[in-house]
Structures are given as C-alpha cells and as structure tokens.
C-alpha cells in the first residue's frame, strides 16, 4: 500500500519538484495538493499547481487554494529566488482545470478527518493553512499519520541569517504548529543543503527527455546564491521532505524541543533548537545520505519522463 499524501505547498521551483516526486514514486498516492502565498503570490502558487497537474498529468488530484498571507504580518514573498511567476524560466501551459473551491483549510480537516491515521501531510511553504487547519480543527493533529515540514534550521538562515524563509515569512503560525499536539518532522536547511543539484546530478537529469529539458533541468538550475557557503548547486529542499515520506532511511534524525521566535528583532522567525531538552516536540534532520538521496529521486524523475509526452 503506498502511502497517502497531502501536500501543502508554494510552488516554487523546489514545490515543483515536490509534486513530480509525489506525483512519480509509486509508493507515494498523492491525494490533494493544497496551495498557500509564499514564494510567490497565492494566485500564482495556485496557478502554477494547476499548470503543473496538468503538465504532468494527474488531473484528479484536487488542489485547493488557501491563505493569500501571513496570520497577522504583512506578505512578503521570495520572487527574487524563483522568478515573477515562481516557476523560474519554465512557463507551462495555462490549466484547463480548476480549483476544488474549497479552502484549503477545509480541505486539510475533511481529508484527515475522513481517513484518520491514514494520511501523511506534507508542508513545503509557509504554515499559515496549517496553523488555521489546527486553530479550526485541533483533532487534525492526531488525525494526521504524519507531519513533515521543509523549514526551519538549526545553524542558519536563508531569509535572514537567524531564519529560514518558510517559518520567517509566517513565525506566528509556525509556533501554532510547533505548540500543537503532534511530532513535527523538521526538514531545515542544514539537512536541504546537502541536497544540492550539482553539475553531476544536473548531467545526469539532463539525460532524461524532454520532461528533464523542458522541466527538470530548468528548475533545479534557476538561480545562484552566492551566501551559501561551497555552493555546489541549487538545493531541492522540498524534495526532501517528500522524500523523507517514501524513504525515511535516508535521513538521519534527532528529538528536540523547536520553539519559534517571533518578536526577536534581528531573529524573528528563528527556530531555536534544543537537543538536549527535556519534552522535544519535533524530530529534527540532521544528515542524508546524499548518493542514496539522489538516486531514489533519479529513478521516480526517470520514471515519470519515460512515460512523459509533453
Ligand atoms: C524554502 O523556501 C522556499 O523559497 C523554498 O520553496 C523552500 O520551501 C527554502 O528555504
Ligand atoms: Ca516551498
């Protein structure tokens, strides 16, 4: 039985890379994305989850738009990392398709709900929608078969040098969802940047079609940041927490109490780590093993691009 999967996201050149996986391994069923305003806006992280159903066809899947912005601060996005549109230098055709219609909200408290224990969600943008799912419907905590996020780190930075931008760009919501009554799977960043598509991993993705050129190939090499240190390749970081659903053998993880800091004047939105803490309320990923990683990832991209005719 492949396991169930709801993924909240901000699609993003790293989302969108996400969904190909979520949507490739067979042992993964995709069964709702839900969308919130992060990387870009939500009418366009929502467009581009269309798009990207489409495109790749999983016309069934529901996706659901939620939260435009932030619980109470003002919405700031990362257009500068992944382009105007969040899809880099990738335009895919306008969907044909349309949302669900109902919130994004809703739509993660009906589906755990109905299948409690079952579905494992996924977060890879800012946690507004959850912090509403979970303000709206508590249960959904224990509901939930698991809870993995992309955010966060235990060293450093991308948005600021203290915070990571998915819990910088919404702090009050991930102190809802950190303080809630559920194990939180922490993907930070000093896991994601092991994850890193170098110039080896891009030539290797590059012999896969049309789906690598016209996709793949395009959204794993958009951009350069010269403030991470040994910059190797842009990092997949919401591939990771995917792929930590499928193949949690790959990753090393450790307990720990998160807290979330919201009013530190240079390090809101900091996720303050403590290993050694008495009541840890999150896992926390520390290490991947990077060969392994790639190879699992190759195989699914490789899997949907044979099958892919544009
Ligand atoms: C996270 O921020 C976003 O820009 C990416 O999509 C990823 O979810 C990395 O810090
Ligand atoms: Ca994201």
């Known amino acids: 039985m492949p396991f169930r999967l709801l993924l909240d996201c901000d699609p993003g050149l790293d989302d969108a890379l996400a969904l190909l996986l979520a949507h490739g391994d067979p042992d993964l069923e995709l069964i709702g994305v839900t969308t919130v305003g992060g990387n870009v806006t939500l009418q366009n992280t929502t467009r581009n989850a269309l798009r990207l159903r489409e495109y790749l066809k999983f016309p069934k899947v529901p996706v659901s738009a939620g939260a435009a912005g932030p619980l109470t601060r003002q919405f700031r996005d ?11 230098s990738v335009t895919l055709p306008e ?5 669900t219609g109902i919130h994004a909200v809703d739509f ?3 589906t755990l709900r109905a299948t409690p224990g079952a579905v494992h969600l996924v977060a890879t943008g ?4 959850i912090a509403l799912a979970l303000e709206k ?3 959904i905590a224990r509901w939930a078969a698991s809870f993995t996020i992309m955010g966060g780190s235990f060293t450093r930075g991308n948005a600021t040098v203290a915070a990571e931008f998915n819990i910088w760009a919404d702090p009050e919501a991930a102190r809802i969802v950190f303080d809630a009554d559920w194990q ?6 000093d896991l994601t940047l092991q994850a890193q598509a170098n110039s080896i991993v891009v030539d290797r993705l590059s012999t896969l079609g049309a789906l690598a050129d016209d996709l793949i190939v395009p959204l794993a090499t958009f951009y350069f940041n010269p403030n991470v240190p040994d910059w190797d390749g842009q990092a997949v970081h919401d591939v990771c927490a995917v792929a930590y659903v499928a193949r949690p053998d790959l990753f090393e993880t450790r307990p720990a109490r ?12 900091m996720t303050v780590v403590d290993f050694d803490a008495p009541s840890p309320n999150a896992m926390v990923a520390t290490r991947l093993d990077v060969n392994g990683f790639w190879a699992y990832v190759e195989t699914v991209y490789a899997r949907v691009a044979a099958e892919h005719t544009g």
């Open 108 to 110: 993660i408290i009906d």
């Open 258 to 269: 998160v807290d979330i800091e919201t009013t530190g004047e240079f390090t809101s939105g």
């Open 137 to 139: 419907e508590p249960a």
């Open 78 to 88: 990362a257009a500068h990392v992944h382009g105007a549109g969040g899809l880099g």
């Open 95 to 99: 969907a044909t398709l349309a949302v």
């Open 184 to 189: 939180v799977t922490m993907i930070g960043l």
């Open 126 to 129: 800012p946690l507004t929608n």
